[in-house]
């Protein structure tokens, strides 16, 4: 394959009400914790770009939807009818094809860059372009203020009705008798959930977290618990005075996750109003508004996320980071350099930076920096070729990037060595398919499901009209393809996630079988599939049915849950639903 030649990087490296008094807050924080309250605790043709003429891709087809995070194909039977009142909900607006594969084009010298779907990278680079024009500040500086902590709601385990509809019946009645029928070898449905009501345009359900003990999902205006064993109330739903719209999307090590909810109903609300929680007890902790910085660095759409004891609240065109554990604010991730405006962050092991250097000059690009957590300091700064858009973090420990060119027609995966230097680019034919939702006014860089990495190998599933799909291995330090699994069923395989040597994979449902979590070694010749857990045929429709969706494996018991509400009163809408030997 012909390699483009170097380009040099253009520009230069940057450098709820009712709330109990609260005690004086600490000095640009947030409030002290509230005393916890008993029980709660499509390949596009190639075109010519700035790296010279580069050879077209043999994927010149429109890919189909993938394996989930979107509405699937009809099956050969044709549309499914609604089960047992849990109805397909519609396609979710939020939720769009992901990147497909094919061609070949790079920012970086060495390897190719590949073409994608013009329509999902337009969301993403128009999102870039809406958020830095439309999400205009009041010019306030910078204050900390307290804010009303929202109030639990719900009551007592022992009394909860099964299903009553607001995702805290108790489970482990299984009223609907979803273990019927189920044959031997087959895992049991632990519990069923449905959502809360939604209004009519939809609701986001966003972040799915699981402890030990507790399973936490947030839903339109509610967190809820369940065991994770039986379903029962861990403890009572928290309902929040406005919609939800962002969380933390990892736990901390602690237990800790961070939920941000609207400050009003308008169309100018903004989502800046946090409350951080405990997921084990339910109890309330620290909570406060996110101020607006300058102007355009307004507040109405945030992103959250975790490192080690950081929070880092990323607005339009800054970031402030706060400890998770007290709210204290710690400091801003401002303007620095050649006009570079930081605009997302991504936590995890290590702190990544995003920023838009040089805006509607010629000098225009991103670049890429890992921070201090605790200081912000910057340890490296990348500059992206001019013309290329970081739209995703696949990992950031090792940090791998997805990204976008101008003319959203092609994609290039780089991951980078710990000094911020190019490590290796994706150097392959396929055509991937992980899961990524959009958004048009942020870049929300950990949107991406159905993508594993450990510290040598990518996992990227492909994508698959029909049949079955394969999961590709890459090796981290060259690029190129080391080994493919295909899914051991007629249906799409996706990752989950790396665990002890293996790479932990979801084999979705069919119209007529139950779903898989299979495990496959990722050292030595073998590669095969091993199923860990079988999910029953009897609820194969309702499995298949969570188009918007997040999954996990943990501990021997499978998760699946919505993302998406469609706000449909006709039918109960699916929460979430457990799975166990």
Known sequence: ???????????????????????????????????????????????????????????????????????????????????????????????????????????????????????????????????????????????????????????????????????????????????????????????????????????????????????????????????????????????????????????????????????????????????????????????????????????????????????????????????????????EKKKYGAACFPTAFAGGAKLISVASCGAGSSTEHDEVQELDPATGKARWTKSIPKGWTVARTYSVDPVVLYMTDSDDKHWNISTLKSDGSVRSQVDSKAAFAPSCGSSFLDRDLQGCQGVAVDATTLYLPTDATTGANQIVAIDLATGKEKWRVKSPASVSMVPIKVQGGKLLAYVGASYDAGGQVVSVPTAGSSHATTTLLRMPAATAKIESSFFSRDIDYVDGRFYISSTRLNGNDDTKEKLMLAYGK
């Open 1 to 331: 394959m012909t390699q483009p030649p170097e380009q040099p990087p253009s520009g230069g490296y940057g450098a709820p009400p009712n709330q109990p008094p609260q005690p004086p807050s600490p000095p640009g924080g947030f409030g002290a914790p509230v005393p916890p309250q008993p029980g709660y605790g499509y390949p596009q043709q190639q075109q010519p770009g700035p790296y010279g003429q580069q050879p077209t891709g043999p994927y010149g087809q429109p890919p189909q939807p993938g394996p989930y995070g979107r509405p699937q194909q009809p099956g050969p039977y044709g549309q499914q009818p609604p089960y047992g009142g849990y109805g397909y909900p519609p396609p979710s607006p939020q939720f769009t094809p992901p990147p497909p594969g094919g061609g070949s084009r790079n920012p970086f010298k060495g390897r190719p860059a590949l073409v994608i779907a013009a329509a999902v990278a337009g969301l993403l680079v128009v999102g870039g372009t809406v958020w830095a024009v439309t999400s205009g500040g009041d010019g306030k500086k910078p204050v900390a203020e307290k804010s009303d902590s929202p109030t639990p709601s719900g009551s007592s385990a022992v009394d909860d009705p099964a299903n009553p509809g607001d995702g805290s019946g108790d489970g482990g009645k299984d009223p609907e008798d979803l273990n019927a029928g189920r044959k031997s070898g087959e895992a049991k449905v632990l519990w069923y959930k449905e959502a809360p009501d939604a209004p009519g345009s939809g609701a986001d359900a966003p972040g799915m977290w699981i402890t030990g003990k507790t399973a936490v999902k947030a839903a339109y205006k509610e967190l809820v618990a369940y065991n994770v064993g039986n379903g029962n109330p861990t403890w009572p739903t928290i309902t929040f005075p406005q919609k939800i719209c962002a969380v933390t999307p990892a736990k901390s090590a602690n237990g800790k996750i961070v939920v941000a909810y609207e400050s009003g109903v308008s169309d100018n609300a903004k989502c800046n109003h946090l409350q951080q929680l405990d997921l084990d007890t339910g109890a309330k902790g620290w909570s406060g508004i996110v101020p607006d910085g300058d102007l355009f660095d307004s507040a109405i759409s945030i992103g959250l996320s975790v490192t080690g004891k950081t929070l880092m609240v990323g607005r339009g065109e800054s970031g402030i980071a706060y400890d998770l554990d007290t709210g204290k604010k710690l400091y």
